[in-house]
């Protein structure tokens, strides 16, 4: 098991990198060269040092360093241009901020992710977990927006927020109404759309680069299914100790939710299921000493589980009718659904009654790992494997694992 689940993680941790997709984008050199390109680009929150490319589907893909770049544009999603700058290296988390009202400056040669491009620009640096944005109107150079919080004393903290005198200033279409951080607080959000009005108002065409503005979506699928059980029974007592692994199967369904987030390509989603899950059979077992005993067993269950998924998309339009996945849920809770037993009954002789035990079922919080694939428009299949989960909890002399492989249907109906 422990060899099967280090496979699954180094599968998913290769697709993750490999599943990154080159899109059509422009690269400026500093030797003044302009291509017109295929790039990989990560969309993660650090900005980038270097650039991935190919300059055709079937080209070899190639890396341009900072020291080559000026630019880089891919589609109308990003932009980031190469500038030096002043970093404040200042920290705003508790904990680790300064006793000094100054920033703490470093010249930093950096790809600065463009946000707003117009009379009126701005950008984003991220590095080492900290997050500054700059500024430009007109030609001038690049400035910072400087926010930073401060220790005045142990228990006082401050706020040193001269980017608003910048934007009171230099960005701002009313030179009698003053800006204050309520209005515009120091994140992309905030910062985004002021700088849209002030272009706005000055009746300029601006270029905005909001991809992580795009919207998660919602998806909802019923389900249904055949699994394959494989279950390892340890009851013991009443002169016949039973050891077996039983195979048997069963159906389940269910309701799933999807919610898709829209980043990194809409690579990632979290996911709720409700699910019917039976185990319903018998077997019997007689011991070296000749005694029978019959196993009746009934678990009918709706399990809660809540997980993620990893998609890989098969056209390069990102088609949610065109996806392979990857996922993984945990069980975190299960609800009684009809009958729930475990019931050995024990034949000491042929003259005597049955002597009957019931077992009470209790489990734990369980997980499944799995993957889908489509099948035609709305409907798609999936594979999963619910790890051995013990179902009498409450007995220390006895165990009752239950695992499962499951194929099923799923159609999304939302």
């Given at each position: 098991?422990?060899?099967l689940?280090?496979?699954?993680?180094?599968?998913?941790?290769?697709?993750c990198?490999?599943?990154?997709?080159?899109?059509?984008?422009?690269i400026?050199?500093?030797?003044?060269?302009v291509?017109?390109?295929?790039?990989?680009?990560?969309?993660?929150?650090?900005?980038?040092?270097?650039?991935?490319?190919?300059?055709?589907?079937e080209?070899?893909?190639r890396?341009?360093l900072?020291?080559?770049?000026?630019?880089?544009?891919?589609?109308?999603?990003?932009?980031?241009?190469?500038?030096t700058?002043?970093?404040?290296?200042?920290n705003?988390?508790?904990g680790?901020?300064?006793?000094?009202?100054a920033?703490?400056?470093?010249?930093?040669?950096a790809?600065?992710e463009?946000?707003?491009?117009?009379?009126?620009s701005?950008?984003?640096?991220?590095?080492?977990?900290?997050?500054?944005?700059?500024?430009?109107?007109?030609?001038?150079?690049?400035?910072p927006l400087?926010y930073?919080?401060?220790?005045?004393?142990k228990?006082?903290?401050r706020?040193?927020t001269?980017?608003?005198?910048?934007?009171?200033?230099?960005?701002?279409?009313?030179?009698?109404?003053?800006?204050?951080?309520?209005?515009?607080?120091?994140n992309?959000?905030?910062?985004?759309?002021?700088?849209?009005?002030?272009n706005?108002?000055?009746?300029?065409?601006?270029?905005s680069?909001?991809?992580?503005?795009?919207?998660?979506?919602?998806k909802?699928y019923?389900?249904?299914?055949?699994?394959?059980?494989?279950d390892q029974?340890?009851?013991y007592?009443s002169y016949n100790?039973?050891?077996?692994?039983v195979?048997?199967?069963?159906?389940?369904?269910?309701?799933?939710?999807e919610?898709n987030?829209?980043?990194?390509?809409?690579k990632?989603?979290?996911?709720?299921e409700?699910?019917?899950?039976?185990?319903?059979?018998?077997?019997?077992?007689?011991?070296?000493l000749?005694y029978?005993s019959?196993?009746?067993?009934?678990?009918n269950?709706?399990?809660?589980?809540?997980?993620?998924?990893?998609?890989?998309?098969?056209?390069?339009?990102?088609?949610?009718?065109?996806?392979?996945?990857l996922?993984?849920l945990?069980t975190?809770?299960?609800?009684?659904a009809?009958?729930?037993?475990?019931?050995?009954?024990?034949?000491?002789?042929?003259g005597?009654d049955?002597?009957?035990?019931?077992?009470?079922?209790?489990t734990?919080?369980?997980?499944?790992?799995?993957g889908?694939?489509?099948?035609?428009?709305?409907?798609?299949?999936?594979?999963?494997?619910?790890?051995?989960?013990?179902?009498?909890?409450k007995?220390?002399?006895?165990?009752?694992?239950?695992?499962?492989f499951?194929?099923?249907?799923?159609?999304?109906?939302?």
């Open positions: 098991m422990r060899g689940l280090t496979t699954i993680i180094t599968l998913v941790v290769t697709f990198y490999s599943q990154q997709k080159f899109e059509k984008g422009t400026t050199f500093t030797n003044g060269n291509i017109e390109c295929l790039i990989k680009h990560s969309y993660s929150s650090e900005n980038p040092s270097s650039v991935k490319y190919k300059l055709s589907e080209g070899e893909e890396t341009a900072l020291r080559e770049l000026e630019e880089f544009q891919v589609g109308e999603k990003v932009k980031f241009i190469k500038a700058v002043d970093f404040d290296i200042s705003n988390k508790i680790q901020l300064s006793n000094s009202h920033p703490e400056f470093v010249q930093e040669t790809l600065l463009v946000l707003i491009e117009g009379t009126a701005l950008y984003r640096l991220e590095k080492n977990n900290i997050v500054k944005y700059f500024y430009k109107v007109n030609n001038s150079e690049i400035k400087v930073k919080k401060y220790n005045v004393t228990h006082a903290i706020n040193n001269e980017y608003l005198n910048a934007l009171n200033n230099e960005v701002n279409c009313d030179k009698n109404y003053f800006i204050t951080g309520r209005e515009v607080e120091y992309n959000t905030d910062l985004t759309n002021h700088f849209k009005k002030f706005q108002c000055r009746e300029e065409h601006i270029l680069f909001e991809e992580q503005k795009e919207r998660s979506t919602f909802l019923t389900k249904a299914a055949y699994h394959f059980t494989s029974v340890k009851l007592g100790d039973i050891d077996e692994t195979n048997k199967g069963g159906y389940e369904a269910g309701i799933q939710a919610l987030l829209p980043y990194n390509y809409r990632w989603s979290f996911l709720g409700l699910t019917h899950y039976g185990v319903n059979y018998d077997f019997s077992h007689t011991s070296n000749g029978n019959t196993v009746d067993t009934k678990i269950r709706i399990r809660l589980s809540v997980g993620a998924r990893h998609n890989f998309y098969l056209d390069s339009q990102s088609n949610d009718q065109n996806i392979i996945y996922e993984a945990v975190i809770m299960s609800f009684k009809g009958k729930n037993s475990i019931i050995r009954r024990t034949d000491f002789t042929a005597s049955d002597v009957e035990r019931v077992y009470e079922l209790t734990i919080p369980n997980v499944s790992i799995g889908g694939f489509p099948i035609y428009k709305n409907l798609s299949g999936s594979i999963r494997y619910n790890l051995p989960q013990q179902y009498l909890t007995y220390l002399s006895h165990s009752y694992k239950v695992s499962s499951s194929v099923s249907l799923n159609y999304r109906f939302l």
